[in-house]
C-alpha cells in the first residue's frame, strides 16, 4: 500500500513570499504525482502534476520530482491570501490500478 | 467542462441509521470513487467502481455498501450510523488515461446524533 507524508503540516507565510510544500511517497512505480488544493468546505481541485523526473513550472507553480529520493516538492512564487487552503498531494500508479493514495495535507495559510 | 453534484449537501442522521448518499458526474468518465475525509486524517478511499456494475473495496469499505448504478451514478450507504459520528465524504470520477485528472464533488457532511 503506497504511504504518502506532506510536510510540513502547516506553513504561515507573509503575502508575496515563496511557500514550499513537500511530500514524499513510497512507490517508486508511481507514474505521476498529483498536488490538490482544497479550500474550506469544498472538494479538492486538482492544481498541477509531474509524470518525469526533474521540473514543471505553470504560471506562480513549481513542482520538482525526485524519483531517486520518492520526494516531490510545490513552490508557490508570490503567495496571496487566496492561496490559502490545504494542499494534497497524490500519487498516481496509473495502469490498471485506478487509485490515487492521498498525503493528510499541508495547511498553508498566506498574511496580508 | 462537467461536474460533479453530491446530494444530500448535510445529512443529520441518527445512532444505527442507514443513510444514503447521492453522486452523479456529467463527465462520462468511467471510474468514480468515494472518499471519507477526517479532520487530521486526510482522504480515505471507501469504494470505487472502473465501469457500470463494478465495485472494488478500498481501505475503509467495512460499514460501507456502494452501488453503481449507472454509468454518471455512484451511491454510498452508511449501513449502520455511529454515534458522535462527523465526516465530510467526498465523491470524484476521472477518466482511465494516466495523465487524465480526478475530479471532485462538493461533499455531503454527515453528522449523526
Known amino acids: 500500500q503506497e504511504k504518502v507524508q506532506q510536510s510540513p503540516e502547516s506553513l504561515i507565510v507573509p503575502e508575496g513570499a515563496m511557500s514550499s510544500l513537500n511530500c514524499t511517497f513510497s512507490n517508486s512505480a508511481s507514474q505521476s504525482i498529483w498536488w490538490y488544493q482544497q479550500h474550506p468546505g469544498k472538494g479538492p481541485e486538482a492544481l498541477i502534476s509531474i509524470f518525469s523526473n526533474g521540473n514543471k513550472k505553470e504560471g506562480r507553480l513549481t513542482v520538482y520530482l525526485n524519483r531517486a529520493s520518492l520526494h516531490v516538492s510545490l513552490h508557490i512564487r508570490d503567495s496571496q491570501p487566496s492561496d490559502s487552503a490545504v494542499y494534497l498531494c497524490a500519487p498516481n500508479s496509473g495502469g490498471s490500478n485506478a487509485k490515487l493514495t492521498f498525503g493528510k495535507g499541508t495547511k498553508l495559510s498566506v498574511k496580508s | 467542462g462537467g461536474i460533479i453534484t453530491q446530494t444530500p449537501k448535510f445529512l443529520i442522521g441518527q445512532e444505527g441509521q442507514k443513510l444514503t448518499l447521492k453522486c452523479q458526474q456529467n463527465?462520462?468518465?468511467?471510474?468514480m470513487y468515494w472518499y471519507r475525509q477526517d479532520s487530521g486524517k486526510g482522504l480515505r478511499l471507501i469504494y470505487y467502481s472502473i465501469t457500470e456494475n463494478d465495485l472494488q473495496k478500498g481501505d475503509l469499505s467495512e460499514g460501507y455498501d456502494a452501488s453503481r448504478e449507472k454509468k454518471s451514478s455512484f451511491s454510498l450507504t452508511v449501513t449502520s450510523a455511529q454515534k458522535n459520528e462527523m465526516a465530510v465524504f467526498l465523491c470524484?470520477?476521472?477518466?482511465?488515461?494516466?495523465?487524465?485528472?480526478?475530479?471532485f464533488g462538493p461533499g455531503t457532511r454527515l453528522l449523526v446524533l
Open positions: 470524484a470520477s476521472r477518466s482511465l488515461g494516466d495523465q487524465d485528472t480526478q475530479y
Open positions: 463527465f462520462n468518465h468511467d471510474t
